[in-house]
């Protein structure tokens, strides 16, 4: 009780810095612990910088970014460990970060310190976010830490965590790492810079200008597939299942037709960060853009449905599937 009271107190009423005590870190190190693990996807972003949901995929100047955050447990590195494993362009083999956070309060600085440790062998962990066992095995020599200098400090301001580096600490090479990023209970926000100590001016762009990386945290979703081979809903039989996110997730169904149909879960967001949003959710020819038929559902659905007569879809949020018999 006494735990959830002080959780409480610091989410209604946030202490300056100067201010935390040990008991209000802790607790709000336990919010950041819950909020984080999750899958996260800027697909949103992505739409947007395309002009619409319905125009063609434009990757630039942001490129589209997938997250898997795991808690993990490896009490070699810290009690608080989590697992990042992030690829490009909505295909799983295109890996581009792998890394470990540690997490610790701080009470001197008033602030939740993130530690990023750099596995030096990547390659072999590609694929660990469905297999963290994997991650508790390594060892220290397998891991190769940032230097104290570009750790990331995190506050709690506003309803959210926000972090960054001391300005100008993380150097190397003349340059320093401008790294900042925002955790809410659904989004994380990045932005990372490489700029240069003589005059702050940017020479390395991780994240275009000054723009953020928008991601928003995915729900996964378990859909049924029944067909109609003459387009009577009274004969739709069932076809096979597939699993896919919110966030752009897609899911290709090889059709008895010969084609290969793409269904997508597009979770329509109509401010930033998104605060109102609605589950989109389409099928298509693999490779059109111009979807066949398309619908939406209520403002945080956990159930949902495309009939097209010939083609029917039945979504419900992972866990809450029914059975087949």
């Given amino acids: 009780m006494r735990a959830l009271l002080l959780l409480l107190l610091a989410i209604a009423q946030p202490l300056p810095a100067s201010a935390q005590t040990q008991a209000d870190l802790k607790a709000q190190l336990q919010l950041l612990l819950q909020w984080l693990p999750g899958d996260y996807d800027n697909n949103e972003q992505i739409v947007r910088q395309s002009g619409g949901g319905l125009s063609p995929t434009v990757n630039g100047p942001v490129r589209r970014i997938h997250s898997h955050f795991r808690a993990v447990t490896a009490p070699q590195f810290g009690e608080h460990v989590v697992y990042l494993e992030e690829y490009q362009n909505n295909d799983p083999r295109q890996v581009t970060r792998i890394r470990l956070y540690t997490f610790a309060i701080d009470a001197a600085k008033g602030a939740i310190r993130m530690k990023l440790l750099n596995p030096v062998d990547q390659k072999t962990l590609i694929g660990s976010q469905g297999d963290i066992a994997s991650i508790a095995q390594l060892t ?80 996964w979703f378990v859909c049924t597939v029944n067909r109609s081979a003459d387009g009577d809903m009274t004969k739709t039989a069932y076809f096979t299942t597939v699993r896919l996110h919110d966030q752009g997730g897609e899911a290709d169904i090889a059709w ?38 398309y619908a939406y559902a209520m403002k945080g659905a956990e159930r949902f449905g495309l009939n097209l007569g010939w083609y029917y879809t039945l979504c419900y949020l992972e866990g809450q599937e029914p059975k087949r018999p």
């Fill in 140 to 219: 220290d020599a397998e891991v190769k830490p940032d230097r104290d200098n570009c750790i990331v400090w995190l506050r709690w301001v506003g309803g959210q965590f926000e972090g960054a580096m001391t300005p100008r600490a993380c150097d190397r090479d003349k340059t320093w790492v401008d790294y900042q990023l925002v955790i809410g209970p659904r989004y994380h926000w990045v932005r990372n810079k490489i700029r240069a100590l003589k005059d702050d001016r940017i020479v390395a762009e991780p994240t275009p200008g000054e723009q953020w990386l928008e991601q928003t945290k995915a729900r």
């Fill in 256 to 293: 008895p037709d010969g084609r290969t149909l793409t269904f997508v879960i597009h979770n329509r967001a109509f401010t930033s960060p998104s605060t109102e949003e609605f589950p989109l959710f389409r099928i298509h020819e693999k490779g059109k853009a111009v979807p066949i038929g």
